[in-house]
């Protein structure tokens, strides 16, 4: 990068800098052999006629250092959107991890989630460790015998990993619930439903989820016109779809959200974003925030094909009456992974996400999947 400014500098200054030896220009400094190719004339740098105080030669030099810049800047770019947003170059390029302790039962966030009914982006643990997909899948496998296994893409992969997983047993009673609730799954679906296409199961599911979101809106609602205690479970709900609105409407340039600053190409940038605004809004600026914009993110994440989040698990995982748990890292809240030790020296990988019920209640295996990437795709993960 600094090698073609120097040659930009005139040659008296090159002179009076004793730079002039670097740039190798006098033949007599440096000779040229011949090579059977093309022999610079008088075995010399080609010198370019000069125009102006910089001179060709100097505006070609400022360009090459210009694009020198350039190329870094876009390899750093590169480097925060495979590694994550505040992962060390270092610990990227050695593979080695940063394992850090904390107390037992204390991560932020978990105690006041925890309990019947809720859900936490992180449960308890003794160690905190950054690692990558492979380590985090390679532990799955030797401690839970769990394998990721892609189910498709197309933006509707979150429901497609989850639909697998669903017994028509899990859907009965719904569509008795209320009309809304029969147009987003029918008696003839929940009959059929281990028949019925992977992408039709998937955008029921997606369905099921906005009615559900819808529900726990109009509540929350409710209990804030009425001025009732919101119940933790409401917080913490609130909370992640807070973050997923967010990450939405930044990265799609609306609601007050946006900034014109911001660029939304940058997927760390949003994340960081994401992460001041969580950290800056009260409970009461989230509730007020989600009602106000809930038609306009139900009717973006409603579409077929479009990303789907924490918070649509959490709907699931409260109409389904199962609990749901997410595996791998989410660069949106945080950059390390939870760990419980298991004696040893051996270690357990902990979920970024888990959801239940409000009712505190229910039934049967989890639901699982995998995050890959820190964000944007998800798998199944299965025995």
């Not at 030797?142 to 979150?158: E, F, H, I, S």
């Not at 959200?257 to 009260?282: M, Q």
Request: glycine residues 10%; hydrophobic residues 40%; aromatic residues 8%.
């Amino acid at each position: 990068v600094l090698l073609p400014l120097l040659m930009g500098c005139p040659p008296a200054r090159r002179t009076a800098l004793g730079l002039e030896p670097l740039l190798l220009e006098p033949a007599a400094r440096a000779p040229v052999k011949k090579s059977g190719s093309v022999r610079l004339r008088n075995g010399t740098l080609p010198v370019v006629g000069r125009r102006g105080p910089l001179g060709l030669q100097g505006r070609h030099a400022i360009s090459l250092g210009v694009v020198g810049l350039s190329s870094l800047l876009a390899v750093w770019v590169l480097f925060r959107r495979v590694a994550g947003p505040t992962r060390s170059f270092t610990s990227f390029m050695t593979g080695r991890r940063t394992l850090v302790a904390i107390p037992s039962m204390a991560h932020a966030g978990w105690e006041e989630a925890s309990g019947p009914g809720s859900g936490s982006s992180s449960p308890p643990a003794v160690s905190r460790s950054q690692m990558g997909d492979r380590e985090i899948l390679e532990n799955l496998r030797t401690v839970y015998g769990w394998r990721n296994q892609d189910q498709g893409a197309g933006g509707n992969c979150l429901f497609l990993s989850i639909a697998p997983q669903i017994r028509a047993e899990d859907l009965q009673g719904l569509p008795a619930r209320s009309a809304q609730w029969s147009a987003a799954i029918g008696p003839d679906e929940v009959q059929s439903w281990a028949s019925l296409p992977a992408l039709q199961r998937a955008g029921a599911l997606r369905r099921i989820a906005m009615v559900d979101e819808r529900d726990f809106l109009a509540s929350l609602d409710e209990l804030l016109t009425r001025q009732d205690p919101v119940p933790k479970y409401y917080r913490w709900r609130a909370r992640e779809l807070y973050k997923d609105m967010a990450e939405e409407f930044i990265s799609s340039g609306i609601t007050e959200l946006a900034s014109p600053w911001l660029p939304k190409w940058n997927s760390g940038a949003v994340y960081e974003r994401v992460r001041e605004l969580d950290r800056e809004t009260d409970d009461d600026g989230v509730f007020k925030f989600i009602l106000k914009h809930a038609e306009e993110y139900i009717r973006i994440t409603g579409r077929e094909g479009n990303w789907a989040g924490s918070s649509e698990i959490a709907a699931l995982a409260n109409a389904l009456q199962r609990p749901f748990q997410a595996y791998g890292n989410n660069w949106v809240t945080q950059d390390t992974v939870a760990l419980r030790s298991l004696g040893a020296d051996q270690w357990e990988v902990m979920p970024y996400f888990e959801a239940a019920p409000a009712s505190g209640g229910h039934d049967g295996v989890p639901v699982r999947v995998f995050q890959t990437n820190g964000g944007g795709h998800y798998q199944m993960l299965a025995k």
